[in-house]
């Protein structure tokens, strides 16, 4: 890919054609390729929720939308997607959800980037780089195996005082969903030290180009990811 890749972030009630592209681009990926029809990150509330940030994956004209993923701030107006998901199975999660709580999730990436390195590494280390600009101080995610290691690799670890040692079978009988915390999201202590790196590189310098390497080789990146500051 010789255009450069722009990664952006936004409130998304700030964008919302944006904001629809994503999440158009979600549930087509979840329909087609996993035959996965119905799940909590997937409904619409979330484009017109203050406390929803989207980071986009678009091509240079900021038309065409390769993937992403969401942060969404624990409000106590809209639930985050674990609870919903989750909840049923184990209401722990319930008292877990607190004022400066948060969650990573809608996490995809096209198959037009399949395998560059966005969905696993990409859009998961710019989620927890975010943080620090957004009043959280804990992080949830509920992973699908594919995603368990790239989340671990940025600083989460697997709660296992949820679900069956924080596994449950979700959104689907045959499908294993991974409950996962950051609780230091400022230090991330856990994380393996180049991502580490990375994250507070991008923290220090939100906006700036990169070039990523990928399993598919380098390519360019532009990060567009300084957020206007919220009412707190």
């Known amino acids: 890919m010789s255009a450069p890749i722009n990664v952006r972030a936004f409130f998304a009630p700030d964008d919302p054609e944006a904001a629809l ?45 390769y993937g992403g993923a969401r942060v969404q701030i624990a409000d106590g107006v809209l639930p985050l997607p674990i609870e919903v998901a989750i909840g049923k199975y184990d209401p722990k999660i319930y008292t877990d959800v607190v004022p400066g709580s948060a969650e990573i999730c809608g996490l995809w990436n096209s198959k037009e980037v399949a395998g560059m390195g966005i969905g696993s590494l990409i859009l998961s280390r710019v989620c927890v780089a975010l943080m620090t600009q957004l009043p959280v101080k804990n992080v949830h995610v509920l992973c699908a195996p594919i995603t368990t290691r790239g989340a671990k690799r940025v600083g989460a670890v697997i ?23 950051i609780k230091d999201i400022h230090e991330v202590s856990s994380a393996e030290q180049v991502e580490k790196d990375l994250i507070f ?6 906006n700036q180009i990169r070039t990523e390497t990928g399993p598919k080789g380098t390519f360019e990146v532009n990060y567009q990811l300084g957020l206007p500051q919220m009412v707190r």
Do not use: C
Request: hydrophobic residues 35%.
């Open 159 to 181: 709660d296992t005082s949820l679900g069956n040692e924080g596994v449950f079978y979700y959104p689907k009988d045959d499908l294993v969903a991974t409950a996962m915390i």
């Open 21 to 65: 592209r994503f999440y158009e681009g979600h549930s087509k990926l979840l329909q087609i390729y996993f035959g996965i029809t119905k799940i909590t990150s997937g409904n619409q509330d979330w484009i017109s929720h203050k406390n929803t940030v989207v980071v986009i994956v678009e091509d240079d004209t900021g038309t065409k939308t």
């Open 201 to 206: 590189n991008l923290r220090a310098n939100p």
